[in-house]
T-cell receptor, first 113, second 115 residues
């Protein structure tokens, strides 16, 4: 779905550094989500947002910070990256929350060395 | 907390055979159950979904069944084709205020369809 884009596609960073993953959608969907994907764990919800300035924790929020000052953007920040945060990160959006279809971005593959 | 268990983790079938993937969920308040397909290196994409007021839904070669009493739901793919090879994820969400953002995924099933 070209309406939701993530950047960068690939990122390598060092332990302790701050890194921000970007997510932008053009559908004006109210809801946006961040998931991480690791082998054996499927997709785990990090944070989600129901609207601008409204965010809430998911299953694995520790070590992450989100903000949503505009409806179309939902950046995810790792304030001090750790090796355990090496993963593929997917942003998604939906019109009506988690009980309507999610549209995923292409993902960001993050490696923390 | 909410939990979704998915089985099997891997499934190999011959082209033309059927494939069944099963999921169980823990929260009786869950009311929406989508299935996503993820091809290698790509994003997950919705293939079918079912709501708690429906017991079965079909779309061409794929179908989903839901048993609310037992808290499990299944994906059925008939006449499998090599292009069905992918990772499939089930998920369950809770409706109602305060829970509209939580879609919890199963661990995934890698389906291989052998020609």
């Amino acid at each position: 779905d070209a309406g939701i884009t993530q950047s960068p596609r690939y990122k390598i960073t060092e332990t302790g550094r701050q890194v921000t993953l970007m997510c932008h959608q053009t559908w004006s969907h109210s809801y946006m989500f961040w998931y991480r994907q690791d082998l054996g764990h499927g997709l785990r919800l990090i944070y989600y947002s129901a609207a601008a300035d409204i965010t809430d924790k998911g299953e694995v929020p520790d070590g992450y910070v989100v903000s949503r000052s505009k409806t179309e953007n939902f950046p995810l920040t790792l304030e001090s990256a750790t090796r355990s945060q090496t993963s593929v990160y997917f942003c998604a959006s939906s019109f009506q929350g988690a009980d309507s279809p999610l549209h995923f971005g292409n993902g960001t593959r993050l490696t923390v060395t | 907390g909410e939990n979704v268990e998915q089985h099997p983790s891997t499934l190999s079938v011959q082209e033309g055979d059927s494939a069944v993937i099963k999921c169980t969920y823990s929260d009786s308040a869950s009311n929406y159950f989508p299935w996503y397909k993820q091809e290698l290196g790509k994003r997950p994409q919705l293939i079918i979904d079912i709501r708690s007021n429906v017991g079965e839904k079909k779309d061409q070669r794929i179908a989903v069944t839901l048993n609310k009493t037992a808290k499990h739901f299944s994906l059925h793919i008939t006449e499998t084709q090599p292009e069905d090879s992918a990772v499939y994820f089930c998920a369950a969400s809770k409706g109602g205020s305060g829970n509209t953002g939580k879609l919890i995924f199963g661990q995934g099933t890698t389906l291989q369809v052998k020609p």
